[in-house]
C-alpha cells in the first residue's frame, strides 16, 4: 500500500501563484509514476501533469508555461508549482501516484480561483 498526503491548496486570486505538495509513504518502491489530476463537480477527473522516477514529465495543454511538475525521489513528493492561476483552474486537485499495475490517489485538496 502507498499513502499520500497532499498540502498546498487554497484561495487566491486570478494571477497568482499556489505550490502543491504530495508526500508518499509506504511501499514506495513500486511507485515510478506521480502527478496531480483534478476535478470539477459533474466532471471526469482528468490529468494535469504526470512525472515519471526518471523525470519525464506529460503535462496538459491548458496549463503549459503556468503550470510546473517536479519531484524529489530522496523525499518521495512530487510538487506542482501553479503561476498565473486562472479562475478554470478551480478543482479539487488529487495527487497520483502508479506502479504500472495499481494507481493510488491522495484525499484531495481545493484550489479556488477568484475572479
Known amino acids: 500500500q502507498v499513502q499520500l498526503v497532499e498540502s498546498g491548496g487554497g484561495l487566491v486570486q486570478a494571477g497568482g501563484s499556489l505550490r502543491l505538495s504530495c508526500a508518499a509513504s509506504g511501499s514506495i518502491f513500486s511507485i515510478n509514476t506521480m502527478g496531480w489530476y483534478r476535478q470539477v463537480p459533474g466532471k471526469q477527473r482528468e490529468l494535469v501533469a504526470t512525472i515519471t522516477a526518471g523525470g519525464d514529465t506529460t503535462i496538459r495543454n491548458s496549463v503549459k508555461g503556468r503550470f510546473t511538475i517536479s519531484r524529489d525521489n530522496a523525499k518521495n513528493t512530487v510538487y506542482l508549482q501553479m503561476n498565473s492561476l486562472k479562475p478554470e483552474d478551480t478543482a479539487v486537485y488529487y495527487c497520483?501516484?502508479?506502479?504500472?499495475?495499481?494507481?493510488?490517489w491522495g484525499q484531495g485538496t481545493q484550489v479556488t480561483v477568484s475572479s
Open positions: 497520483y501516484a502508479g506502479s504500472g499495475y495499481l494507481n493510488y
